[in-house]
């Protein structure tokens, strides 16, 4: 992980510093924001595997200026995934 994070897991939130680890377990509603303006990279390990087409899908999608709720959503949805509350803020 490089960047700074802030982490939502259920009802807790966390930041990430470089190097950070969050364990996000499935069935828990989670979300994570970058913290800075520069890109952050950050390593999602699904097992068992196969989650990377709703990465591949969704990045494209929000690095956008104005990314589009509804169609993140639909996307989320596609993937048998549900987009729930406001984007994370960083305060």
Same mark, same amino acid.
């Given at each position: 992980?490089?960047?700074?994070?802030?982490?939502?897991?259920?009802? +807790?939130?966390? =930041?990430?510093?470089?190097?950070?680890?969050?364990?996000?377990?499935?069935?828990? $509603?989670?979300?994570?924001?970058?913290?800075?303006?520069?890109?952050? +990279?950050?390593?999602?390990?699904? =097992?068992?595997?196969?989650?990377?087409?709703?990465? +591949?899908? #969704?990045? $494209?999608? =929000?690095? =956008?200026?104005?990314?589009?709720?509804?169609?993140?959503?639909?996307?989320?949805?596609?993937?048998?995934?549900? #987009?729930?509350?406001?984007?994370?803020?960083?305060?």
């Amino acid at each position: 992980m490089s960047g700074r994070f802030k982490v939502r897991i259920g009802d +807790e939130h966390h =930041t990430l510093e470089p190097g950070g680890f969050a364990y996000m377990p499935s069935g828990i $509603p989670h979300a994570f924001l970058n913290l800075t303006d520069q890109p952050a +990279e950050l390593i999602v390990v699904y =097992t068992p595997g196969g989650c990377q087409k709703f990465y +591949e899908e #969704l990045g $494209p999608a =929000t690095r =956008t200026e104005a990314p589009d709720r509804h169609e993140i959503g639909a996307i989320f949805e596609r993937h048998g995934m549900s #987009l729930l509350g406001p984007p994370l803020s960083d305060d």
